[in-house]
């Protein structure tokens, strides 16, 4: 009996070094995931993840685009709560690492900070979710989504016996879905966070959405934001398309709004897009994005998004968050089709990532904000107990009023 068990541990050791040693890659990229957040690491992983995780290279063709460039001084000082505080101040406690400032389409402000560069990519984070509503809107425009009412089980039946069957597509796209799924970021456990240990470990995000059971509520109900609602609709625009996200995005966005340089997009190892987090680009063609979207899905005379798409998925079009109530709902922050709009918003909408990424876009003030960031304290309360994309509208709703003054004053 005891060689009996010794020959088994050996085996069980052999099995677990072979194991070991087949994982090696995927063990490595979650140790490295694992500190991508680390203070003295976090900037740097910011620019090189396309390095440290599986991922796609977006080749940029066609004519780059030439921006305009007359800089300007930002603003010294800026007002919130009624207090005067300073800009560049606010940039640093931001953890800020780009910003890029566009008015009427000439470049006005730009600068790199914490040892970065212009060359340097970027990751989007949630900013991606944007782009993927773009390419959304596309794939309906061409027909090969017959109808944003559709469930998204038509196109992708592996979701049948998941949260998503029957869901509608409008309802993905509005975050609400009505799935049960934990966006904690601060808690190992999470949904978000397995999510993320998937992604390391060289699982598949298809497999983890349709695992994805539990259900809080039904479509459409209640707004609540869940992350991997995202990942389902890239599932739908590769089944309805019958292309990779990778292929479609390049064929039509990347090849198409005069990008500068090569993209990434990071994948699980089935090479299926990260697609609610994963898109790597350079700042100056975040702000390229947003400037398509600030002149209604048109580079030049091109029309490259449908205008009726660019103001249906930029509208509030999602219900009230789940728990609230419409009248405060009219008050605070809004949800389109895979993009934010702020409270109070005069027309006024953007993207955004954890850590600090945003793409703001104000049309009545011609204004594209491009911000990047490694702001480790995102998620908590800021001097006035705001979160941080209150923080952030408000410096940048200053900077385009003190852009459009200096302007007038011209």
Do not use: C
Not at 92 to 107: F, M, R
Not at 153 to 161: D, E, F, G, S
Not at 220 to 225: R, T
């Amino acid at each position: 009996m005891g060689r009996l068990l010794k020959k088994l541990g050996l085996g069980l050791l052999l099995a677990i070094l072979v194991v070991g040693a087949l994982n090696f890659k995927s063990l490595q990229r979650l140790v490295r995931v694992n500190a991508m957040f680390d203070a003295d690491e976090i900037v740097y992983n910011f620019s090189h993840l396309h390095e440290l995780m599986q991922s796609t290279e977006l080749v940029a063709s066609g004519t780059p685009h030439i921006w305009p460039v007359d800089i300007q001084p930002l603003p010294e000082t800026y007002v919130t709560h009624g207090d005067t505080k300073n800009v560049a101040a606010a940039l640093e406690n931001l953890q800020t690492t780009a910003l890029v400032v566009v008015k009427d389409g000439t470049i006005i402000f730009e600068d790199y900070y914490k040892g970065t560069q212009a060359d340097d990519l970027r990751i989007s984070w949630s900013m991606s979710k944007s782009f993927v509503s773009a390419l959304t809107g596309l794939a309906i425009a061409n027909g090969d989504i017959a109808d944003i009412n559709d469930p998204v089980t038509k196109y992708v039946p592996m979701l049948a016996k998941s949260g998503y069957n029957d869901v509608p597509l409008v309802d993905v796209m509005n975050m609400a879905s009505g799935v049960k799924f934990n966006e904690d970021y601060l808690d190992f456990n999470s949904d978000i966070n397995k999510m993320g240990r998937v992604l390391a470990l060289g699982g598949s995000l298809d497999k983890f959405s349709a695992s994805i059971v539990e259900t809080n509520r039904a479509s459409g109900e209640a707004w609540q934001y869940v992350s991997i609602d995202t990942h389902v609709i890239s599932m739908v625009l590769r089944a309805a398309t019958g292309e990779t996200l990778q292929d479609y995005f390049v064929e039509n966005l990347w090849s198409k709004i005069g990008a500068s340089a090569n993209a990434y997009y990071l994948e699980d190892k089935k090479g299926n897009a990260f697609a609610l987090g994963g898109l790597m680009v350079r700042t100056r063609d975040y702000a390229l994005f947003g400037e398509l979207f600030r002149n209604g899905g048109k580079r030049g005379d091109v029309q490259i998004i449908p205008a009726d798409w660019v103001a249906q998925s930029t509208a509030q079009s999602a219900p009230p968050p789940a728990g609230g109530n419409a009248e405060d709902h009219a008050k605070g922050e809004m949800y389109g089709y895979q993009w934010w709009l702020p409270s109070n918003s005069d027309g006024e909408f953007f993207a955004v990532g954890i850590y600090g990424q945003f793409i703001y876009i104000n049309p009545k003030a011609g204004i594209v904000i491009a911000k990047n960031a490694a702001h480790r304290e995102f998620m908590e309360a800021g001097e006035y107990g705001d979160g941080s994309h209150k923080t952030n509208m408000d410096l940048f709703r200053a900077i385009a009023e003190h852009y459009s003054d200096w302007e007038t004053s011209q």
